[in-house]
Protein backbone atom coordinates (compact mmCIF):
# COMPACT_ATOMS: atom_id res chain seq x y z
CA UNK A 1 0.00 0.00 0.00
CA UNK A 2 1.51 3.40 -1.16
CA UNK A 3 1.79 5.77 1.89
CA UNK A 4 -0.21 9.13 1.76
CA UNK A 5 1.55 12.21 1.85
CA UNK A 6 0.84 15.09 4.18
CA UNK A 7 -0.92 16.95 1.54
CA UNK A 8 -2.93 14.13 0.67
CA UNK A 9 -1.68 12.81 -2.42
CA UNK A 10 0.37 9.36 -2.23
CA UNK A 11 3.75 9.33 -3.24
CA UNK A 12 3.13 7.84 -6.60
CA UNK A 13 0.42 10.61 -7.33
CA UNK A 14 3.04 12.88 -6.66
CA UNK A 15 5.61 11.45 -8.67
CA UNK A 16 3.42 11.43 -11.53
CA UNK A 17 2.44 15.17 -11.23
CA UNK A 18 5.42 16.37 -10.18
CA UNK A 19 5.57 19.13 -13.51
CA UNK A 20 2.12 20.55 -12.53
CA UNK A 21 2.43 21.16 -9.04
CA UNK A 22 5.49 22.64 -10.06
CA UNK A 23 3.43 24.75 -11.79
CA UNK A 24 0.61 25.85 -9.94
CA UNK A 25 1.16 24.33 -6.56
CA UNK A 26 0.13 21.55 -4.29
CA UNK A 27 -2.70 23.18 -3.01
CA UNK A 28 -4.33 23.42 -6.79
CA UNK A 29 -3.42 19.88 -7.33
CA UNK A 30 -5.42 18.27 -4.37
CA UNK A 31 -8.75 20.84 -5.77
CA UNK A 32 -7.54 18.93 -8.66
CA UNK A 33 -7.60 15.57 -7.60
CA UNK A 34 -10.76 15.94 -5.59
CA UNK A 35 -12.72 17.19 -8.43
CA UNK A 36 -15.63 14.67 -10.93
CA UNK A 37 -16.48 16.08 -13.88
CA UNK A 38 -18.86 15.11 -16.46
CA UNK A 39 -18.29 15.37 -20.36
CA UNK A 40 -20.86 14.94 -22.83
CA UNK A 41 -19.90 14.39 -26.53
CA UNK A 42 -16.99 12.29 -27.05
CA UNK A 43 -16.56 13.35 -30.81
CA UNK A 44 -13.31 15.07 -31.59
CA UNK A 45 -13.16 18.30 -29.32
CA UNK A 46 -14.82 15.67 -26.33
CA UNK A 47 -11.71 13.44 -27.09
CA UNK A 48 -9.39 16.08 -26.50
CA UNK A 49 -10.84 17.45 -23.37
CA UNK A 50 -11.15 14.20 -21.78
CA UNK A 51 -7.06 13.12 -22.63
CA UNK A 52 -6.05 16.75 -20.82
CA UNK A 53 -8.76 16.20 -17.36
CA UNK A 54 -7.31 12.58 -17.21
CA UNK A 55 -3.74 13.66 -17.76
CA UNK A 56 -4.08 16.51 -15.01
CA UNK A 57 -5.60 14.07 -12.72
CA UNK A 58 -9.30 14.47 -11.76
CA UNK A 59 -10.77 12.21 -9.05
CA UNK A 60 -12.97 10.96 -11.88
CA UNK A 61 -14.54 11.23 -15.53
CA UNK A 62 -17.67 10.54 -16.98
CA UNK A 63 -18.48 9.82 -20.41
CA UNK A 64 -21.95 10.49 -21.50
CA UNK A 65 -22.54 10.05 -25.33
CA UNK A 66 -25.36 8.14 -26.81
CA UNK A 67 -24.44 7.84 -30.03
CA UNK A 68 -22.68 5.19 -32.24
CA UNK A 69 -19.26 5.65 -33.77
CA UNK A 70 -19.50 6.61 -37.35
CA UNK A 71 -16.93 6.91 -40.31
CA UNK A 72 -16.35 10.26 -39.45
CA UNK A 73 -15.34 9.87 -35.78
CA UNK A 74 -13.12 7.16 -37.07
CA UNK A 75 -10.97 10.29 -38.46
CA UNK A 76 -11.11 12.88 -35.79
CA UNK A 77 -11.44 10.69 -32.40
CA UNK A 78 -8.45 9.58 -31.64
CA UNK A 79 -9.31 7.53 -28.75
CA UNK A 80 -11.50 5.15 -30.73
CA UNK A 81 -9.99 1.93 -31.49
CA UNK A 82 -10.31 0.52 -35.16
CA UNK A 83 -13.23 -1.83 -35.58
CA UNK A 84 -15.29 0.05 -33.19
CA UNK A 85 -17.74 1.32 -36.39
CA UNK A 86 -21.25 1.00 -34.74
CA UNK A 87 -19.90 0.56 -30.99
CA UNK A 88 -21.34 3.39 -28.47
CA UNK A 89 -19.03 6.24 -28.73
CA UNK A 90 -18.10 6.37 -24.89
CA UNK A 91 -18.16 3.15 -24.40
CA UNK A 92 -15.09 2.74 -27.70
CA UNK A 93 -13.49 5.71 -25.94
CA UNK A 94 -13.08 3.87 -22.62
CA UNK A 95 -10.07 1.38 -22.84
CA UNK A 96 -7.68 4.30 -24.25
CA UNK A 97 -8.99 6.82 -21.86
CA UNK A 98 -8.68 4.52 -18.36
CA UNK A 99 -4.36 3.64 -20.18
CA UNK A 100 -3.80 7.54 -20.06
CA UNK A 101 -3.98 7.42 -16.03
CA UNK A 102 -4.67 4.30 -14.27
CA UNK A 103 -4.98 6.73 -11.10
CA UNK A 104 -8.54 8.11 -12.53
CA UNK A 105 -11.86 6.71 -12.71
CA UNK A 106 -13.31 6.73 -15.53
CA UNK A 107 -16.62 6.01 -16.78
CA UNK A 108 -18.61 5.37 -19.93
CA UNK A 109 -22.16 6.30 -19.91
CA UNK A 110 -24.06 5.03 -22.95
CA UNK A 111 -27.51 7.26 -22.00
CA UNK A 112 -28.43 10.83 -23.83
CA UNK A 113 -28.11 13.56 -21.90
CA UNK A 114 -31.62 14.82 -22.31
CA UNK A 115 -32.72 11.46 -20.29
CA UNK A 116 -31.22 12.65 -17.31
CA UNK A 117 -33.01 14.17 -14.40
CA UNK A 118 -31.38 17.12 -12.20
CA UNK A 119 -29.92 14.74 -9.54
CA UNK A 120 -27.75 13.15 -11.91
CA UNK A 121 -25.55 16.73 -12.63
CA UNK A 122 -25.40 17.71 -8.99
CA UNK A 123 -22.90 14.39 -8.26
CA UNK A 124 -20.33 16.28 -10.34
CA UNK A 125 -17.89 19.60 -9.53
CA UNK A 126 -18.30 20.31 -12.88
CA UNK A 127 -19.92 19.86 -16.46
CA UNK A 128 -18.60 20.11 -19.62
CA UNK A 129 -20.87 20.06 -22.74
CA UNK A 130 -19.95 19.61 -26.23
CA UNK A 131 -22.19 18.34 -29.57
CA UNK A 132 -25.27 19.66 -27.53
CA UNK A 133 -27.98 21.68 -28.71
CA UNK A 134 -28.82 25.20 -27.68
CA UNK A 135 -31.89 24.23 -25.48
CA UNK A 136 -29.95 21.81 -23.85
CA UNK A 137 -27.03 23.43 -22.73
CA UNK A 138 -29.23 26.61 -21.31
CA UNK A 139 -31.15 23.90 -19.31
CA UNK A 140 -28.30 22.35 -17.92
CA UNK A 141 -26.49 25.62 -16.90
CA UNK A 142 -29.56 26.64 -15.34
CA UNK A 143 -29.34 23.70 -13.34
CA UNK A 144 -25.61 23.55 -12.78
CA UNK A 145 -25.60 27.64 -11.74
CA UNK A 146 -28.54 26.51 -9.26
CA UNK A 147 -26.80 23.96 -7.53
CA UNK A 148 -23.20 25.56 -7.61
CA UNK A 149 -21.99 23.12 -9.98
CA UNK A 150 -18.96 24.80 -12.69
CA UNK A 151 -20.50 24.68 -16.27
CA UNK A 152 -18.57 24.99 -19.30
CA UNK A 153 -19.64 24.11 -23.27
CA UNK A 154 -18.02 24.74 -26.42
CA UNK A 155 -17.98 22.94 -30.09
CA UNK A 156 -15.85 23.65 -33.07
CA UNK A 157 -16.74 23.29 -36.63
CA UNK A 158 -14.20 23.76 -39.13
CA UNK A 159 -12.05 26.52 -38.27
CA UNK A 160 -14.37 27.94 -35.80
CA UNK A 161 -15.45 27.13 -32.52
CA UNK A 162 -16.83 28.62 -28.45
CA UNK A 163 -16.30 28.40 -25.64
CA UNK A 164 -18.45 29.75 -22.83
CA UNK A 165 -18.06 29.15 -19.15
CA UNK A 166 -20.72 29.95 -16.10
CA UNK A 167 -18.20 29.52 -12.62
CA UNK A 168 -20.88 31.21 -10.81
CA UNK A 169 -19.43 33.54 -8.34
CA UNK A 170 -15.29 33.00 -8.21
CA UNK A 171 -13.13 34.73 -5.74
CA UNK A 172 -9.69 34.75 -6.57
CA UNK A 173 -6.65 36.97 -5.76
CA UNK A 174 -4.32 38.67 -8.31
CA UNK A 175 -0.32 40.31 -7.69
CA UNK A 176 -0.16 43.74 -8.62
CA UNK A 177 2.56 46.03 -8.44
CA UNK A 178 2.77 48.45 -6.17
CA UNK A 179 2.79 52.12 -7.96
CA UNK A 180 5.37 53.99 -5.80
CA UNK A 181 4.52 57.11 -4.41
CA UNK A 182 5.92 60.58 -5.79
CA UNK A 183 7.18 63.34 -2.86
CA UNK A 184 5.22 66.60 -3.83
CA UNK A 185 7.37 68.86 -5.75
CA UNK A 186 8.91 66.36 -8.09
CA UNK A 187 9.01 67.09 -11.62
CA UNK A 188 6.54 64.95 -13.07
CA UNK A 189 8.39 63.53 -16.26
CA UNK A 190 9.45 60.23 -18.03
CA UNK A 191 12.27 58.97 -15.39
CA UNK A 192 9.52 59.99 -12.52
CA UNK A 193 6.12 57.48 -14.39
CA UNK A 194 9.32 55.17 -14.95
CA UNK A 195 10.13 54.96 -11.51
CA UNK A 196 6.38 54.40 -10.60
CA UNK A 197 6.00 51.16 -12.58
CA UNK A 198 9.69 50.28 -11.40
CA UNK A 199 9.07 49.05 -8.03
CA UNK A 200 9.76 45.99 -7.16
CA UNK A 201 7.52 45.49 -4.30
CA UNK A 202 3.66 43.56 -4.75
CA UNK A 203 0.76 43.29 -3.04
CA UNK A 204 -1.81 40.91 -3.36
CA UNK A 205 -5.28 42.51 -4.61
CA UNK A 206 -8.14 40.16 -3.66
CA UNK A 207 -11.05 39.95 -6.59
CA UNK A 208 -14.34 39.11 -7.06
CA UNK A 209 -16.30 37.79 -9.96
CA UNK A 210 -20.57 36.80 -11.03
CA UNK A 211 -20.50 34.82 -13.82
CA UNK A 212 -23.77 35.36 -16.55
CA UNK A 213 -25.79 32.40 -17.12
CA UNK A 214 -25.95 31.54 -21.02
CA UNK A 215 -29.28 32.02 -20.87
CA UNK A 216 -28.68 36.10 -20.03
CA UNK A 217 -25.67 36.06 -22.99
CA UNK A 218 -27.60 34.49 -25.66
CA UNK A 219 -30.62 37.01 -25.00
CA UNK A 220 -28.28 40.32 -25.97
CA UNK A 221 -30.95 42.55 -27.62
CA UNK A 222 -28.46 43.59 -30.76
CA UNK A 223 -31.42 46.73 -31.65
CA UNK A 224 -29.95 49.43 -29.16
CA UNK A 225 -26.50 51.90 -30.51
CA UNK A 226 -24.80 50.21 -27.66
CA UNK A 227 -25.10 47.11 -28.31
CA UNK A 228 -24.06 47.78 -32.61
CA UNK A 229 -20.76 49.71 -30.88
CA UNK A 230 -20.12 45.99 -29.24
CA UNK A 231 -21.07 44.25 -31.58
CA UNK A 232 -18.30 45.56 -33.92
CA UNK A 233 -15.85 44.11 -31.19
CA UNK A 234 -17.61 40.73 -31.41
CA UNK A 235 -16.31 37.75 -32.64
CA UNK A 236 -18.36 36.57 -35.47
CA UNK A 237 -17.99 32.75 -33.74
CA UNK A 238 -20.53 34.26 -30.77
CA UNK A 239 -23.22 33.35 -33.89
CA UNK A 240 -22.41 29.77 -33.54
CA UNK A 241 -24.11 29.75 -30.22
CA UNK A 242 -27.28 31.53 -31.41
CA UNK A 243 -27.90 28.74 -34.29
CA UNK A 244 -27.26 25.65 -32.24
CA UNK A 245 -31.03 24.68 -32.45
CA UNK A 246 -31.77 25.40 -35.79
CA UNK A 247 -31.23 23.01 -38.66
CA UNK A 248 -28.00 24.61 -40.94
CA UNK A 249 -30.24 25.62 -43.95
CA UNK A 250 -32.03 28.12 -41.25
CA UNK A 251 -28.79 28.73 -39.27
CA UNK A 252 -26.50 30.10 -41.37
CA UNK A 253 -28.83 33.48 -42.09
CA UNK A 254 -29.07 33.80 -37.87
CA UNK A 255 -25.48 33.55 -37.39
CA UNK A 256 -23.85 35.47 -40.51
CA UNK A 257 -26.61 37.73 -41.10
CA UNK A 258 -26.53 40.02 -38.07
CA UNK A 259 -22.63 40.42 -39.26
CA UNK A 260 -23.26 41.31 -42.67
CA UNK A 261 -26.09 43.75 -41.61
CA UNK A 262 -23.89 46.16 -39.10
CA UNK A 263 -21.06 45.81 -41.68
CA UNK A 264 -23.03 46.04 -45.25
CA UNK A 265 -19.87 43.91 -46.63
CA UNK A 266 -20.68 40.49 -48.55
CA UNK A 267 -19.48 37.37 -46.68
CA UNK A 268 -16.34 35.78 -47.55
CA UNK A 269 -15.95 32.09 -48.10
CA UNK A 270 -13.21 32.27 -45.16
CA UNK A 271 -15.47 32.94 -42.58
CA UNK A 272 -17.72 30.37 -42.39
CA UNK A 273 -17.31 26.59 -41.22
CA UNK A 274 -15.46 24.90 -43.75
CA UNK A 275 -18.51 22.31 -43.32
CA UNK A 276 -20.60 24.37 -43.79
CA UNK A 277 -19.41 26.45 -47.42
CA UNK A 278 -21.88 24.09 -49.86
CA UNK A 279 -24.79 24.57 -47.49
CA UNK A 280 -23.91 28.49 -47.61
CA UNK A 281 -23.97 28.63 -50.90
CA UNK A 282 -27.56 27.03 -51.39
CA UNK A 283 -29.13 29.11 -48.95
CA UNK A 284 -27.81 32.52 -51.10
CA UNK A 285 -28.98 30.91 -54.04
CA UNK A 286 -32.10 30.19 -52.94
CA UNK A 287 -32.54 34.08 -51.29
CA UNK A 288 -30.75 35.57 -53.86
CA UNK A 289 -28.38 38.71 -54.15
CA UNK A 290 -29.50 41.72 -51.95
CA UNK A 291 -33.15 40.26 -51.59
CA UNK A 292 -34.77 41.67 -49.13
CA UNK A 293 -36.02 39.73 -46.03
CA UNK A 294 -37.74 41.94 -44.17
CA UNK A 295 -39.52 40.69 -40.75
CA UNK A 296 -38.00 37.25 -40.68
CA UNK A 297 -36.76 36.36 -37.14
CA UNK A 298 -34.36 33.78 -36.89
CA UNK A 299 -33.30 32.90 -32.53
CA UNK A 300 -33.83 36.37 -32.29
CA UNK A 301 -31.93 37.88 -34.73
CA UNK A 302 -33.65 40.07 -37.67
CA UNK A 303 -31.96 41.46 -40.80
CA UNK A 304 -32.76 42.76 -43.56
CA UNK A 305 -30.26 41.66 -46.65
CA UNK A 306 -28.34 38.83 -47.53
CA UNK A 307 -25.46 38.91 -49.92
CA UNK A 308 -24.17 36.03 -51.76
CA UNK A 309 -20.36 34.78 -50.74
CA UNK A 310 -18.56 34.74 -53.61
Same mark, same amino acid.
Not at 76 to 105: C, K, Y
Given at each position: ?????????SEEEVAQYDR???????????????????LVGMKGLGAEVAKNLILAGVKGL???????? %???DT???????????????????????????????????????ESKPE?????????????? %???????????CHKNGVKFFTGDVFGYHGYMFADLGEHEFV??????????????????TKKAKLDSSETTMVKKHVVFCQ???????????EKAK???????????????? %????? %????SLLGSWHIHWELPIPAYMLPHAAHREWRECAAAVGDGQMMQGRHFEGLIFSRVARST
Open positions: MVEKEEGGLQIRLWGLEAQKRLRASRVLTMLDHQQV %SQERAQFLIPVGSLGRNRAEASLERMQNLNPMVDVKADPESVEFFTQFDAVCLTCC %SRDVMVKIDQIEEKTKVAKVSPGVEDGLDLKEALAVNWSGAVLKRTTLDYFLLQGK %SLPFN %SRCF
